[in-house]
């Protein structure tokens, strides 16, 4: 995050790229310094790490601050993490920060006291942003990408791909899937002439079919039943991100992603923790 923010401001006072490439489906990344970054307008970037794109650094630094807030890791810490995070300019990134904040404020000691930090960070975010360099750079990426225009300039525009997804779904594709070259969203999918469905709820449905999808909507059923059973905003903050992030059936992600719903939800530490102990409690017992 520090090599993001690094090579964000590297980039803005003309730091020009020190190498390009393409991606696996030709999407064109330039390293900034200390960041990649897939989207460049002018001297503005987004960065994403090391990361495919700055969503993708985003959804990471969420899912750690999740891990992080259930095993009781620092909090400081945490919202340093988050903090840091909004240089990706991602929406869902203050969205889950202030579901974040509310959870740490309905189960700390001092019930406001998250929901302060929260405000804090904010009015210091704001304050920043009042340096012209800073200012153009949220005003670029951040605040304008709640304005329609803005969204489709930048290629963010989910809600068109979704109605698309709509219209794909039909008996057959409910059961096996729009094509085989559509499974992953590859971009020979839009060879055979079908209108781009993006990444939302019903990507992996158009693009698997209901069986092959269906451990992503066991996922989120599973994690809708824990907000509504454990009023946790945190585990709902995940179930959100999971919404327009479906990537339970990628490699890496997918591993990241169960480990964290095990952990939020208790169920880690309910059943596997809990056999380690019990098979071993002799050694704990005697440490």
Not at 115 to 138: E, H, K, R, T
Not at 143 to 170: C, K, M, T, V, Y
Not at 198 to 216: E, K
Not at 272 to 280: C, D, F, H, I, Q
Request: with cysteine.
């Amino acid at each position: 995050l520090f090599g993001a923010v690094l090579g964000t401001l590297y980039a803005y006072y003309g730091g020009e790229s020190i190498l390009q490439f393409k991606g696996l489906y030709g999407q064109s990344y330039q390293l900034y310094l200390t960041t990649l970054t897939p989207t460049q307008i002018g001297n503005f970037i987004r960065p994403s790490g090391i990361l495919d794109e700055p969503g993708a650094l985003s959804f990471f630094i969420c899912f750690v601050a999740a891990l992080r807030n259930k095993v009781g890791a620092n909090k400081k810490t945490t919202w340093i993490l988050l903090g840091l995070g909004f240089i990706t300019s991602s929406v869902a990134h203050l969205i889950y920060t202030i579901f974040h904040a509310l959870q740490e404020g309905k189960t700390s000691k001092s019930a406001g006291k998250s929901i302060i930090v929260l405000f804090i960070l904010l009015s210091v975010i704001f304050l920043v942003s009042l340096i012209p360099a800073v200012y153009d750079l949220f005003f670029k990426f951040l605040f304008s990408r709640f304005s329609a225009g803005e969204i489709n300039n930048l290629g963010q525009d989910r809600f068109i791909p979704f109605l698309n997804a709509i219209e794909h779904i039909d008996i057959s594709t409910f059961l096996v899937g729009l094509h085989p070259d559509c499974g992953l969203v590859r971009p020979t999918c839009a060879e055979h002439g079908f209108e781009p469905y993006g990444y939302n709820p019903l990507t992996l449905l158009v693009g698997w079919g209901v069986f092959l999808s269906f451990p992503y909507y066991l996922s989120l059923i599973y994690l809708f039943y824990m907000v509504i059973r454990e009023h946790n905003y945190i585990i709902f903050a995940i179930f959100v991100l999971l919404l327009q992030r479906p990537y339970v059936m990628s490699y890496g992600y997918s591993m990241f992603i169960l480990l964290t719903i095990l952990v939020i939800t208790g169920s880690f530490f309910n059943g596997t923790a809990r056999r380690v102990y019990e098979r071993n409690k002799y050694f704990f017992n005697n440490d």
